[in-house]
């Protein structure tokens, strides 16, 4: 299901355009966002990227003017009942207005109307951001667990 809709609000310099339409990511541009500034995803390799672009739900966060990509998201879902948000990222120029909390806003409304019983992030520094949605720490994080392949 792909959604295409216009943000704008008192905190937004202009309107943005966000979209899941897969083929509006710029994936160069994307890649090299997370690959060279993002603490989770550095040095992540470009075929590694598009990899994750291809099976995932992605957001992106538009220019209207121009068309140029300002914010990315991505969603790894089976739409039926679980999701992970992840690889969240606002272009440098354009921090600090509200569009990554406006993307945020987006991505769970999009996910709302599916009925998932949880949506999952992990973050190091945005906590406040997220809580601003709903996300809280693990009630029992004693029960989750992870395989690390690498």
């Known amino acids: 299901m792909s959604c295409t809709e216009l943000l704008s609000g008192p905190t937004l310099p202009g309107m943005y355009e966000i979209s899941t ?21 550095l040095g992540r390799p470009l075929d590694k990227q598009q990899a994750a672009i291809a099976n995932s739900l992605n957001f992106g966060a ?41 993307l945020v806003a987006a991505v769970r409304d999009h996910l709302a109307p599916y009925g998932l019983r949880r949506v999952l992030l992990a973050t190091a520094d945005a906590h406040g951001v997220y809580a601003k949605f709903g996300f809280e720490p693990l009630t029992e994080p004693s029960k989750w667990m992870a395989l690390s392949l690498q």
């Open 21 to 41: 339409d897969p083929a509006r990511i710029d994936v160069a541009r994307v890649h090299k966002w997370l690959s060279t500034d993002a603490y989770w995803a």
């Open 62 to 102: 538009y220019d209207p003017d121009t068309g140029e990509q300002r914010a990315y998201a991505r969603v790894v879902t089976d739409l039926a009942t679980f999701a992970w948000l992840c690889d969240v990222y606002v272009d440098s120029a354009t921090r600090g207005a509200g569009l990554g909390t406006s």
